[in-house]
């Protein structure tokens, strides 16, 4: 097909570069010189105007949008919506919140242009590995963009899929990543407790080598944790700051709203927050209280 | 009565100004001169050996016991007991684990000696305000020392009961301080919530003293809390760093060791290990595990 | 002073008579006729349309709000609005979202009307033993009430105070039940291990009792507490099915808006959504997935 | 090689296949007549007694146990202890608790017989696709039986290795099961979640179908955990009750040993004890506590 991709950061021009490599002509788009002039160097034509881009494209167009969740989409579409005519197609393939998906499938609607939601799983390894896509919106809509999703995915037939109506991809992906901070967290708890056992000895890298095979908790994550734990089994140079995308407060605040008890999705999220807080308050103030009541020394700062 | 205090540390001197107060006869022991001069200026005639305390009480003797738990009440009471007779009673006041009671009592039951263990509570303000406490062992035992009991409690008839057979004192003080790590915890979250609000400009102990009057949350922690937030409410020279001394890790793992879920006291658990943590494995595993899937970059130690 | 309550539901009614009792003169308002009948037999005056209340009133007026969160806050603000001028003020006594809060104070200063949130703790107990006061708003508005906000709390002088500016108020409010959610899940966890613990034949409501003196955990909840447990020691006739009415929701939410690691105050949240749900999927799921891995036999429905 | 397996219930009967398939001589063992039976139908002599079993093996002889863990291994130990020789060696590939074979390894070293530990990951797919095995004890032993574990494990090279000293394999096993825990609750829990969403009207066993290609959660759990939600979407006549084999428990006691706070892990398995209580007491009671302060109406039962 003949697509264009907006946003060729990290992960859009992965995307475009995928696209190309499978035959689709891909007309790229970024504010950004730089980002351009990489795009180029991959064999990605890139505009700087939208008004270019949604020029150069076949009627009805297909615009995949892959920039950063929240104002931006926004503004992107609010740029582009008077540039479009219905029957044309956007999909955004970001990280957005599915409330967001469905009010602007519902704005898009109106005009007449389909809004496709997809949530899109793989990170850096997607352009060689493939995207697992799952894939909101109208059916119609989403069906004549299967040689695109069929290029994305790992292979024609696997790792995509129409999964909902509008918002049902973005919403699928945020369970998706709450899933992911709880293997996540398991994974690097049972780590820890395992350097801890210090007179076991145990060389963690090698451990995770042998799980990688045959064993229950194998999986893709565990693969890259080997690797990791390989090239600096210490963390050296590594903070313990562990940073979180939105996908999981959303997860969680969800999870409560449907009245589900997530409790592993959600520590996974706390133990996130209280690892970017040296200085916990809630802690200091525990110890002044054991000073209170009980007059054991607090420590000092 | 009369009565030897075991161990004259600050709980165990500060019960013996309270019994010898409320009229009883308390020979002191401790093997430390510091300490024995300190209950000699408080009015208790400290022995500075067992066998000189022991011979110094009128049988059937009465000894409590406030020494740390462990293998020094194993060790005191190993040479204690070729000193007494059956129909002496050993009292065990300090935070013995409870199986170790259980055992401690059937040994000593084999020379005719009873043993009551005594869950006490209420910490450097008991001196004043009396202890709380949670008495196992044999109930003729128990009723023959109810004027010590009436004396250490708040009053004659509160604050203070035979809750059960050997090791049901140290049972409940253990489940009693399990509770006070969550409502510790508890607190300890909220205020650090409404210090994070910055906008609101909560001054957190005039808050905390409007709630000390009618509110849902009004407690005895909590008027130690107000205290301590208004003495130093940024909690400067305060460490984040939050100890535990046993009863919290025996009640977690006496829960499970039950199958009764209790999230909320284990957390609270959790929460003073990761406390003393500055350095989490856990979390520079996480963070290089975002890097490897996503590119996401670690923030640099 | 003179004001009106407006709502005389269980909570508005308790308020109501002890302003009454307090010298204050209470114009009662509630569009149900019950409602009103019972006002009026506690000598509270009631009208049935918000029109004739507030033409009861003297300028500047003071209507004190107790109503369910939520629209009827919006929806009654909405009548009464019109009704109203400058200089007037509206107390919020319920249980409001302090974002809403912040919004209606916007809304009525540009009429020039006072909005004042009174977060509300107390409970059924409040009208004998006074309510704890959080209040939020302009500090004029709220040092004009000063004699209400004395007579409804324990104390002319205690258990309320000015907190911060529009919301403060409800935003202390939903800390306090956060709080209040985490505490009482430590103390029912407590129990249940005692509980469970049989061959201690622990009697629970005494053992509630002897705490409630001298003890670290005292606290107003453990009193109600260990009522309950007298009365009815194995719960016989209760589900173990608990509700909860949002602040705890909110509280988990802002926690995490603002980046504060809160595990107790969340999992006693999520506890509670846990035990409203008897048919768990996520259960049912983790059984299905042992006999996969591992062929271990599923209970049966 | 040629060795005996003592134990041919599920586990021990498969890993006996594989052994003979990859060309060993097994020599089975089981006191039950119809295992002895099932086995020699899968081609496994199999002896009733452990004296035969050890008789028929060439010196030094090598025997593999594969019963349940706790008193049968301690047991199984008694009686082959005085039929083994200086040099030979047992393998217990059972999921003990690894203090436990740190004290048998030191015991029959005192006989001169190696004792080496085994944890075996794989369940009833091991038979198929091999185990991963982690293994503790003495080098040389070890290196001795290369030629078992290439045949258990997935490859010659992949999947088995030397972890540590003696108990170090049983260590890493119970550390794996933890993360199995906290992996499979973060799976449920997601899919709870996606269920709960009922507007999306997602197909589940669709959805994890997508993300078992690309996706940063993909992993053989989710491989067998789609599989369970195309055969039983709704989890039809699978009562929400999930079991624990002990590992989980362990892990959660050694990591506060360790003073390592493992959130998700534990959590993991108090949400298995809370799925097979069906009648909380910690929920009843705070279904009364709120009734005490609040009059808020309990839920009959």
């Known amino acids: ?43 990605i034509a890139a505009h700087a105007t939208l008004a270019e881009t949604v020029a150069a494209l076949p009627s009805p167009r297909v615009l995949w949008l892959m920039v950063p969740a929240g104002k931006i989409v926004d503004d992107t579409l609010a740029q582009l919506q008077p540039l479009l005519a219905a029957g044309d197609t956007v999909i955004d393939g970001g990280n957005s919140n599915y409330k967001d998906s469905q009010r602007r499938a519902v704005q898009l609607a109106d005009a007449g242009i389909h809004y496709v939601d997809c949530g899109t799983s ?48 973005h919403f699928a992906k945020m369970v998706h990543n709450g899933i992911e901070y709880g293997m996540m967290q398991a994974y690097a708890e049972g780590f820890a407790i395992l350097k801890q056992k210090r007179e076991m000895g145990f060389d963690l ?11 229950v908790v194998r999986s893709w994550l565990l693969d890259l944790t080997a690797d990791a734990l390989k090239k600096n089994p210490e963390m050296q140079g590594i903070a313990p700051y562990v940073e979180d995308s939105g996908e999981g407060r ?29 200085d916990s308050y809630t802690d200091k103030l525990l110890a002044a209280m054991r000073n209170e009541f009980g007059g054991h020394a607090v420590k000092k700062e």
Chains 1, 2, 3, 4 share one sequence.
């Open 1 to 43: 097909m003949e697509l264009a991709m907006i946003g060729l950061g990290r992960m859009g021009a992965n995307m475009a570069e995928r696209l190309a490599r499978g035959g689709h002509t891909v007309h790229g788009f970024d504010p950004g010189e730089a980002a351009r002039q990489q795009a180029a160097a991959r064999g």
């Open 250 to 278: 959303w997860t969680v605040a969800e999870a409560i709203d449907l009245n589900v008890s997530a409790p592993v999705i959600t520590l996974s999220l706390l133990e996130r927050l209280r690892s970017r807080d040296d």
């Open 205 to 215: 890298g090698a451990l995770a080598e042998i799980w990688r095979e045959g064993s």
């Open 122 to 169: 793989g990170g850096v390894w997607g352009l060689a590995e493939g995207y697992s896509l799952m894939i909101g919106g109208d059916a119609g809509a989403v069906e004549r963009l299967r040689p695109v999703f069929a290029t994305l995915a790992p292979s024609q037939d696997s790792g995509w899929g129409h999964v909902g109506p509008a918002g049902a991809g």
